[in-house]
């Protein structure tokens, strides 16, 4: 099946610094990747919508300016969490639909724990 | 706004025992439906998925789920589990008009004992 990668795996950083993470599709161009956030022990939340060629569209309650989403070729889509707090700290997960593959058969990432310190 | 309900929070079953994990969404509209499964220390691998015909449908390694429109269910069963089925389990949604976000449930974890 389709393979979707995320770098990095793992994170630590500093509060008030700010860390990018990418996902890309490594056999599939992906016109829409989504990003998620899962805390321990729930269920994934959607952040925000990442289309290619165009800004990306945020759930409520998602600050646009704190979570920078690019999504700048079919393959690569990033999520910067700028300025990062302790409360930033989750597990990060995207996701990228195969066109392809029928009606909306998305494959997700690994994920990225971020801690922030 | 959509939603996905999980009945159970934790499954715990021994080997060989049958599973039936709820799954319940709340959408009048026309939905595709999904099942997936997070092993320990992977990432989310999709198990099945229903959008449209039979409704029940056959997935990866022995599981199947049977959509019941008048119920919103979307209930995942297996007759005999393994050791190996030990993980965590999604139910989730989106709308059938297609590229949109999936909607999970708040997850089923299973643990199989021998």
């Known amino acids: 099946g389709a393979v979707v990668s995320q770098h990095p795996s793992r994170v630590i950083c500093k509060s008030g610094t700010s860390v990018k993470i990418e996902c890309r599709s490594l056999?599939?161009?992906?016109?829409?990747m989504f990003w998620y956030r899962q805390f321990p022990k729930q269920s994934l939340m959607l952040m925000a919508t990442?289309?290619?060629?165009?800004?990306?569209?945020?759930e409520q309650g998602v600050e646009k300016d704190k979570f920078l989403i690019n999504h700048a070729s079919l393959t690569l889509s990033t999520l910067t969490v700028t300025s990062a707090h302790p409360e930033d700290s989750s597990f990060y997960i995207c996701s990228a639909r195969d066109p392809n593959m029928g009606t909306d058969t998305q494959y997700f990432g690994p994920g990225t724990r971020l801690t922030v310190l | 706004a959509q939603s996905v309900s999980q009945h159970n929070h934790h499954v715990i079953l021994s080997e060989a025992a049958s599973l039936e994990l709820g799954c319940n969404y709340s959408y009048g509209g026309t939905v595709n439906l999904f099942w997936y499964v997070q092993y320990p220390g992977q990432h989310l691998q999709l198990l099945l998925k229903?959008?449209?015909?039979?409704?029940l449908v056959k997935g990866i390694k022995g599981f199947e789920a049977e959509f019941i429109k008048s119920k919103f269910s979307f209930n995942l069963r297996k007759p005999s589990v393994q050791w190996s089925d030990t993980a965590e389990y999604f139910c989730?949604?989106?709308?059938?008009?297609?590229?949109?976000?999936?909607?999970f449930g708040k997850g089923t974890r299973l643990s199989v004992i021998a």
């Open positions: 989730a949604v989106n709308l059938y008009s297609g590229n949109t976000p999936l909607v």
């Open positions: 990442s289309n290619e060629g165009s800004k990306a569209t945020y």
């Open positions: 229903y959008f449209s015909g039979d409704p």
């Open positions: 056999d599939f161009q992906a016109t829409t």
